[in-house]
Nanobody
Framework: QVQLVESGGGLVQPGGSLRLSCATS????????IAWFRQVPGKEREGISC????????YYADSVKGRFTIVRDNVGNTVYLQMNNLKHEDTAVYYC??????????????????????WGQGTQVTVSS
């Protein structure tokens, strides 16, 4: 069955870095977009990045642009989120997610959690001094 498992979260000081991993199984990663979301208690889940399946395009929310990088490894069935220059406001539970169908467009969907049907369990990122 389809599985996505996040790892790599933890406690980091402001200005520090973390790399999150989203290990996928049960499907061919080549054919699906993968997006990263984050959520803090009491707030809606925020789409922050997406990697396209049909080209090398990547997408970022303004809140993370220039600091986060999404990388897809289709051979290793893993999607990474490199997070640099972390800020207090990056503290959240981070999730990776996949839509039900192939040929879904990152640009029009990655900010909309309802477009994604498969989710990992999440990994906590805490930015604190």
């Amino acid at each position: 069955q389809v599985q996505l498992v996040e790892s790599g979260g933890g406690l980091v000081q402001p200005g520090g870095s973390l790399r999150l991993s989203c290990a996928t199984s049960g499907f061919n990663l080549d054919y699906y977009i993968i997006a990263w979301f984050r959520q803090v208690p009491g707030k809606e889940r925020e789409g922050i990045s997406c990697t396209s399946s049909t080209d090398s395009n990547t997408y970022y929310a303004d809140s993370v642009k220039g600091r986060f990088t999404i990388v897809r490894d289709n051979v290793g069935n893993t999607v990474y989120l490199q997070m640099n220059n972390l800020k207090h406001e990056d503290t959240a539970v981070y999730y990776c997610a996949r839509p039900t169908f192939t040929l879904v467009d990152c640009a029009s969907t990655f900010k909309h959690p309802d477009e994604f049907d498969y989710w990992g369990q999440g990994t906590q990122v805490t930015v604190s001094s």
